[in-house]
């Protein structure tokens, strides 16, 4: 069938994905409501949740373009992700956006935006990030698809008997991928989409640590920094951070921003959105990311070291004859932009041995079902909750709602297959997510941070900060490509570059709009969007008296917190110090006293070391924790009450409140 995989690869493929398609079908029966469909009755636990919203949010696409990177840039300019070190610290103690999102009780983004802002205003930004997020999605299926022709080597084109035409192999196998997927969150909603995800997931690490094995066993850690080295120019090393400044595109200021673009836009991405209020509690939800700077350990170094093994093939002489091979395989590929997608699945072909074929095949088949499968429910599900049901501003009985959601999840679906096919890239794949996602991520963290930590944000403020950052986002759509056409060369100003423009543009705007359009009116009363204080419930979780000491408060360790809870995030703090400590310290050292690319590698070498004697035991921990979190929501699913109110419509505050952060205009139409 391939010239590139043995039977007992597609074996191991075949078996896999019907024993996944298996464990879909077990789910449907717990699919009973709205809130099921759209937030699995928010019930997940912190293993559940960690594990299927990080294989939700990795695809082939992810890895590809991973290797985009290190075939441009080496490990040199990665260094600079250190400075997200004491970022991520914060962001995962202290709960930072998706702690308070929880505390609302929002079933999507755009149902906050409605209860802080406006109805008006939830409709705009449900739109824009509803078109960001499916022209982003666009080219998902269309990698993967050509991921899986290329690395199992098959024909471009195929003949079926009785047909009178050739298939075009790339479409069909994109069709079959968005199939599956499909049919894995149309079974479900939700519930299925995590449990399946979940499973991939615990599989997939436990594969990962198989290939590193591989890898370890056929390649040697020199000979990976020697392939590296090949590729360095002087001002451009790709092993030494300090000697990369002219690298292009992925450089110390891509890190940088990317630093700045977590912080701004935690949660404003909704490719994911239906794991932003899926966990039983806020506080699970924030262990869920404490926990989950561990479950990413075999997975990460595993993609590094596939990327790593490529490069020794292609670079080193010893490996020629094989090089020969794969340089063949890819001169059919026309498109020089997917020429360079596709180097890696093709090296993985014909450098891994039989049997870890077949694994590799199986873990990207799953990220691409996981990633395709998230994606099309967050995007179907944003459109019914954010546009179509506030516009039409009428309740529908559960099962005409969760037939639309099902509509609006196929519809993605479609529109995905055809962009795929139609478009041609021509920019490297991060270059054009960031010139895709500026449409919406420009102003959107404006409009949520504002939203969720300042009583004075207002909706005219929103409503700028919003449009600011999706005029500066179609802007960076399109001056690459008539710079391109112009001039045939890439842009000086790259799509990373203007997305940081309009981040900051944004919050400049969201601020001055807030102190001028909210001067002389009430505050919004934040603790009654949050449930605090007087208007806490039953359903709260939030503890206003703080018994424990300072550090542990700044920390953000609270009572909610249990003695392994505290454990955990202690250790957390302590880990990731120690690492920043030496990022710190190793910084210093090249800034005073410059450091040679063999003390980079050695550097290397032992981050590599750590990452080895961590991924067993947090494969272990992890799959141990998710069948845990499966058994309990599938315990918690059999007695529910299932409320059919809880459908993402917003029941209102009251005018006083409501009116605090509208603009004059909306508030006088509230008042008619």
Request: aromatic fraction near 14%.
């Amino acid at each position: 069938m391939s010239s590139n995989l043995s039977w007992i690869d597609w074996a191991i493929m075949a078996v896999a994905v019907v024993a996944i398609r298996l464990i879909s079908l077990s789910t449907r029966k717990y699919m009973r409501g709205v809130a099921d469909f759209l937030a699995a009755n928010r019930c997940a636990g912190r293993y559940l949740l960690t594990i299927a919203s990080q294989m939700g949010g990795i695809g082939v696409v992810t890895i590809v373009a991973g290797f985009e990177v290190l075939n441009s840039a080496g490990t040199a300019a990665s260094w600079w992700g250190g400075f997200m070190i004491p970022i991520g610290i914060i962001m995962a103690l202290t709960g930072w956006v998706y702690y308070r999102f929880r505390e609302t009780r929002a079933l999507t983004m755009a149902q906050f935006f409605e209860m802080r802002y406006s109805k008006r205003f939830r409709i705009n930004a449900g739109i824009l990030c509803w078109l960001s997020g499916i022209v982003n999605f666009g080219i998902f299926p269309a990698v993967a698809a050509r991921f899986f022709v290329y690395y199992c080597g098959l024909p471009d084109y195929f003949h079926i008997p009785g047909i009178p035409f050739e298939l075009n192999t790339f479409v069909v196998v994109m069709a079959i991928d968005l199939s599956l997927a499909l049919s894995f969150v149309l079974m479900g909603g939700q519930i299925s989409v995590m449990i399946t995800e979940c499973v991939q997931g615990m599989f997939c690490t436990i594969a990962f640590v198989v290939i590193i094995a591989s890898i370890l066993m056929h390649f040697t850690y020199p000979q990976m920094m020697h392939a590296l080295q090949m590729a360095s120019k002087p001002g451009a090393s790709t092993i030494n951070p300090f000697h990369a400044g002219g690298i292009k595109d992925f450089n110390i200021w891509f890190y940088l921003i990317g630093v700045f673009g977590a912080f701004y836009t935690q949660l404003s991405w909704q490719g994911t959105s239906g794991f932003n209020s899926s966990a039983r509690s806020p506080h699970e939800q924030k262990m869920g990311a404490i926990i989950g700077n561990w479950r990413g350990v075999p997975q990460y170094l595993a993609i590094s070291l596939l990327g790593l093994a490529a490069l020794v093939v292609l670079r080193l002489p010893e490996y020629a004859a094989k090089a020969d091979i794969i340089n063949h395989a890819l001169s059919r590929i026309p498109n020089e932009t997917v020429r360079g997608e596709m180097i890696l699945p093709v090296a993985m072909a014909h450098v891994l041995p039989i049997g870890i074929k077949g694994l590799l095949g199986t873990i990207m088949l799953f990220i691409s079902f996981t990633c395709h499968d998230t994606y099309m429910h967050s995007w179907g599900s944003i459109f019914v909750q954010d546009v179509y049901m506030p516009i039409k501003n009428k309740a529908l009985n559960p099962e005409q709602h969760i037939k639309l959601l099902r509509l609006s999840i196929l519809f993605v679906a479609v529109f995905a297959f055809f962009f795929s096919w139609w478009y041609q890239p021509d920019q490297k794949i991060l270059m054009y997510f960031a010139a895709t996602g500026t449409i919406w991520l420009g102003g959107s963290g404006a409009a949520i941070i504002g939203g969720l930590y300042w009583k004075r944000g207002t909706t005219a403020a929103a409503y700028a900060a919003l449009y600011c950052g999706a005029t500066l986002g179609l802007i960076s759509v399109i001056i690459p490509s008539v710079w391109r056409s112009i001039y045939h060369t890439d842009c000086p100003v790259n799509s990373q570059y203007l997305w940081f423009i309009a981040m900051l543009l944004a919050v400049i705007i969201y601020v001055t709009v807030s102190l001028v359009s909210g001067k002389g009116k009430p505050a919004f009363n934040l603790d009654k969007m949050l449930h605090r204080g007087e208007y806490a419930d039953e359903k709260s979780h939030i503890v206003d008296k703080f018994h424990g000491s300072r550090l542990l408060k700044i920390a953000g360790i609270t009572p909610e917190f249990s003695r392994g809870d505290r454990a955990l995030a202690i250790i957390l703090v302590g880990w990731n110090m120690l690492n920043f400590l030496w990022f710190l310290i190793f910084t210093a050292i090249n800034l005073l006293f410059p450091i040679t690319d063999r003390a980079w590698i050695i550097n290397n070498w032992v981050s590599m070391l750590i990452s080895l004697t961590l991924s067993v035991p947090c494969t272990i921990w992890f799959t141990i924790g998710g069948i845990v979190d499966i058994r309990a929501l599938f315990r918690h699913l059999e007695t529910a009450k299932r409320d059919d109110t809880d459908d993402g419509r917003f029941q209102g505050f009251d005018d006083d409140v409501r009116q605090q952060a509208a603009s004059p205009e909306e508030s006088a139409t509230a008042a008619s």
